[in-house]
T-cell receptor, first 111, second 110 residues
Framework: NAGVTQTPKFRILKIGQSMTLQCAQD?????MYWYRQDPGMGLKLIYYSVGAGITDKGEVPNGYNVSRSTTEDFPLRLELAAPSQTSVYFC??????????FGPGTRLTVL | QKEVEQNSGPLSVPEGAIASLNCTYSDRGSQSFFWYRQYSGKSPELIMS????GDKEDGRFTAQLNKASQYVSLLIRDSQPSDSATYLC??????????FGQGTTLQVKP
C-alpha cells in the first residue's frame, strides 16, 4: 500500500492565484482530513470528511474548499491565494476516526 | 487557555537517559490521546495512543494518562540520537476532532 499520497510536494503561488492540493489514500479509510502547519506550531484542522459525499469545516476553513466524490480522494481547493495561506499542508486518513495517518505534505508559498 | 498545551522546549537529554514529555488539556470530556513524532521537514508519525488512565508501554515508549489532572505524558527510555524530533500531543475532543499541541522539540546528545 502507498498509504496517503499528496501532490505536489512544493508549490509557489502568486497572490490571487488558485490551486488544488491533491490527496489520495489506498487503505479504504472513510475518514480524511486536511491540516495546515505553520512554523513552530501544531496542526490546525481545515476540513474533514467522514465518507464520500460528506464534508465539514474544521478550525480554519476560510479561503479553502473541499470535495469528496470517492473514498480514495480528498482534494483541497485554494481560491484567491493570500500570503496568510503560506504553510505546510498535510492530508490524513483514518479507518476509525481515532488514529490518523498522515501524508508527506505539500509546502506552499504565496508571494 | 489553549486546548492542548506543551512546553515547546527544546528538551535536551544525554544519550541513554529518560526523556519525559508532558502535555495538558482543557476539555475534561476528552477520552482519546495520541503522541506523534515529527522529524524536521517530515510528516507526523503516530507512535502511541492511550485511552485509559495509567501507563501504556510499547518498546522504549511509555504513555501515561491522568484524566483527573488532565495530563498526558510520554516517556522515552534509553534515548537515542535518532529520537531527536518534535513530539506532538493530540487530544480527541468531544466533537471528534483532534486538537494538537504546538509540540516539544527533543534533542538527544551523543
Amino acid at each position: 500500500n502507498a498509504g496517503v499520497t499528496q501532490t505536489p510536494k512544493f508549490r509557489i503561488l502568486k497572490i490571487g492565484q488558485s490551486m488544488t492540493l491533491q490527496c489520495a489514500q489506498d487503505m479504504n479509510h472513510n475518514y480524511m482530513y486536511w491540516y495546515r502547519q505553520d512554523p513552530g506550531m501544531g496542526l490546525k484542522l481545515i476540513y474533514y470528511s467522514v465518507g464520500a459525499g460528506i464534508t465539514d469545516k474544521g478550525e480554519v476553513p476560510n479561503g479553502y474548499n473541499v470535495s469528496r466524490s470517492t473514498t480514495e480522494d480528498f482534494p483541497l481547493r485554494l481560491e484567491l491565494a493570500a500570503p496568510s495561506q503560506t504553510s505546510v499542508y498535510f492530508c490524513a486518513s483514518s479507518s476509525t476516526g481515532f488514529e490518523q495517518f498522515f501524508g508527506p505534505g505539500t509546502r506552499l508559498t504565496v508571494l | 487557555q489553549k486546548e492542548v498545551e506543551q512546553n515547546s522546549g527544546p528538551l535536551s537529554v544525554p544519550e541513554g537517559a529518560i526523556a519525559s514529555l508532558n502535555c495538558t488539556y482543557s476539555d475534561r470530556g476528552s477520552q482519546s490521546f495520541f503522541w506523534y513524532r515529527q522529524y524536521s521537514g517530515k510528516s507526523p508519525e503516530l507512535i502511541m495512543s492511550i485511552y485509559s488512565n495509567g501507563d501504556k508501554e510499547d518498546g522504549r515508549f511509555t504513555a501515561q494518562l491522568n484524566k483527573a489532572s488532565q495530563y498526558v505524558s510520554l516517556l522515552i527510555r534509553d534515548s537515542q540520537p535518532s529520537d531527536s524530533a518534535t513530539y506532538l500531543c493530540a487530544v480527541r475532543n468531544n466533537t471528534g476532532k483532534l486538537i494538537f499541541g504546538q509540540g516539544t522539540t527533543l534533542q538527544v546528545k551523543p
